[in-house]
């Protein structure tokens, strides 16, 4: 708006509730210029870390350079936020960190004093390292026994931050314990509710301050926004330093581009005038190209026509061709009227098919023809049509019936078998090639028409449809890749795998096969460690059984084989989130043969628990 200070095209870092939404809305005032010397994703580090830091120990604890300050959790985003505001105003720092690694990357920040946060052991290497005179500040994030051990070290009048949120003390508890000390709970979520203004105001005066000589960025890890799930199991993990950062494929290049697409330059698209074909039109404007063909066999109907009038008001020139792709002299005339009438043609998205579904008896050579045509006819008039040009991108619309088969769908599966050799054939010539096997879309394409039973069919395989929202999604991440041939589809696996004999599974899924229980039955490698558990004398199976549970939470974690995991300490201590404590119960169910409560975990939240379980 006009009093915003902001106008379109800024860069700008915000706070705001539901980030992983396609649009969020907020109030201007919570809003902050992005210093042209930071990355989007280094952007992305920065407000709640650091306003939470300058809260913390500038607002709060008001730390001056005659503080002693302990951070614990310092190599996490906050903590390393906070390192930096301390060394500012001169203040001598101690920090904890789980792991070796973390600690040397702590020290190398010249950090004064480093301590293990997997141990209690801290407050006595404080005191030793103050000479019995403790510290001043606690900025604190663990709970449990570290609350109390932290106040031991905590000198006279001294001032202790909370920014945990759970198991966290309130202002009475804390009072009894030790009433000469200054306690700050501090909420940055609710500060924002109360008074967004303030910290808005607080992050366009921290944000100038990065650059060559001030506040430097944090560390960070990436994750496509498509493997999020895999982004918070990292971080339950805590193997990052710093901050884990999603990423959408359309924000990894400079800007809201996907790489390669050029607002100047021409795309085609076959099946233009059909659903799939206007999602990637709409999608092709909404990167900011200006130039558009879409060819299909027929005129447009109505809907096309009220979505190439959005696209012109967009501000894209749009030409509509009525031509086969199969027809190699009608194509040719259109590749000519493109140059002589358009930008330079940059991509080929060709989404043009058409079905035929029946048994494979039914299916004469004419039914064969009819839907191979478009996949491999046209397919081979793009490509000659194309391969002197510089295209970026020569994208095929490929079926997951090539990949796993289809009941009656042979001709389409033969035919997108074709598009799918054809792209590792044009990446062998260094051209441009990318063949994806889609599953199928919901109320868009050919399989929102397929008939009721196809549609049972896909179920009964365990394929779900694909939203046009997650597709495009899909397809933007596909294209930040350089590979010929990429499968997308939403299934489950054990589902399907329970269609064939296990003898008789399609090569694709063998390996799949290998690590997905499809039934109830117990596991081989299950029955062989019950009948050592039988064999073993009774008061060994206890410790036989914590070690089987040890190496699966090994595996959930994704450490390395040799490590071990306490069996006494609670799950959630040793980096088990409630996603990760489902995936072993999972495990443990599928293993054994038997149906395991989500909550299982929950009852029994030590592997010694579980073990008596």
């Not at 702590?106 to 141990?119: I, M, T, W």
């Amino acid at each position: 708006g006009k009093d915003s200070g902001f106008k379109i095209g800024d860069r700008v870092v915000a706070l705001a509730p539901g980030c992983f939404s396609k649009y969020v809305t907020i109030d201007a005032c919570i809003a902050a210029p992005l210093p042209d010397t930071l990355s989007w994703d280094e952007g992305a580090t920065l407000p709640i870390t650091f306003l939470t830091a300058w809260f913390a120990l500038i607002d709060l604890a008001e730390i001056t350079d005659k503080d002693a300050v302990l951070i614990h959790a310092g190599a996490g985003g906050v903590g390393m936020a906070a390192i930096q505001i301390a060394r500012r105003v001169g203040a001598t720092i101690h920090a904890t960190a789980g792991s070796p690694t973390k600690r040397e990357h702590l020290l190398s920040l010249g950090v004064d004093h480093v301590y293990d946060s997997r141990s209690l052991d801290f407050a006595a290497e404080i005191m030793e390292a103050t000479d019995g005179k403790g510290i001043h500040i606690v900025l604190n994030s663990l709970t449990g026994e570290y609350i109390p051990k932290s106040l031991s070290v905590l000198a006279q009048k001294g001032r202790f931050v909370e920014i945990g949120k759970i198991d966290i003390w309130d202002a009475r508890q804390f009072a009894r314990e030790r009433s000469d000390v200054a306690y700050h709970i501090l909420a940055l979520d609710e500060l924002l509710l109360e008074d967004p203004q303030a910290i808005g105001d607080k992050l366009r005066n921290i944000l100038p301050e990065f650059g060559d000589q001030g506040l430097q960025p944090l560390p960070l890890t990436k994750f496509p926004i498509l493997e999020a799930a895999h982004a918070f199991q990292y971080m339950a993990q805590a193997k990052h330093t710093g901050k884990v950062v999603l990423t959408h494929p359309a924000t990894e290049a400079e800007g809201t581009k996907v790489r390669g697409i050029r607002g100047d330059s021409t795309y085609l698209i076959t099946g233009g005038l059909g659903g799939l074909g206007l999602t990637v039109a709409r999608w092709l404007v909404q990167q900011g190209v200006r130039n558009l063909v879409l060819m299909g066999r027929s005129e447009p109907s109505s809907t096309a026509r009220d979505a190439i009038t959005d696209f012109e008001d967009s501000g894209a020139t749009v030409l509509v061709k009525a031509a086969s792709v199969t027809d190699h002299a009608s194509m040719e005339q259109l590749f000519t009227e493109i140059d002589e009438s358009m930008s330079t043609l940059r991509g080929v998205f060709h989404t043009a098919g058409v079905l035929d579904n029946a048994a494979l008896a039914h299916l004469d050579w004419n039914r064969f023809e009819a839907v191979m045509a478009p996949k491999t006819r046209g397919t081979w008039n793009l490509h000659t049509l194309t391969e002197h040009r510089d295209l970026d991108y020569f994208v095929l619309f490929s079926s997951v019936a090539a990949l796993l088969g289809s009941p009656g769908q042979s001709n389409y599966a033969a035919g997108n078998a074709f598009q799918d050799g054809f792209a590792h054939y044009r990446c062998a010539h260094g051209l441009a090639g990318t063949s994806v096997n889609w599953g199928p879309w919901s109320d868009i394409g050919m399989a929102a028409n397929a008939e009721s039973e196809v549609r049972r069919q896909w179920a009964a395989m365990g394929i779900g449809s694909i939203s046009p929202t997650m597709g495009i999604a899909a397809l933007e991440y596909v294209l930040s890749e350089d590979t010929p041939n990429v499968g997308v589809l939403p299934i489950d696996w054990a589902k399907l795998l329970r269609l064939f004999p296990a003898d008789r599974k399609p090569p694709l899924l063998d390996e799949l096969a290998a690590g997905i229980q499809t039934g109830m039955e117990p596991s081989k490698a299950w029955l062989a460690f019950v009948e050592k558990l039988k064999e073993a004398p009774v008061a060994e199976r206890k410790n036989m059984m914590i070690k089987n549970l040890q190496d699966m939470a090994v595996d959930v974690l994704e450490l390395d084989s040799d490590s071990s995991v306490d069996p006494r300490a609670p799950l959630n201590e040793l980096g088990f989130d409630s996603l990760m404590a489902v995936d072993l119960a999972n495990q443990l169910g599928s293993s054994a043969g038997i149906s395991l409560s989500a909550t299982l975990l929950f009852d029994h939240p030590t592997l010694e628990s579980l073990s008596g379980y």
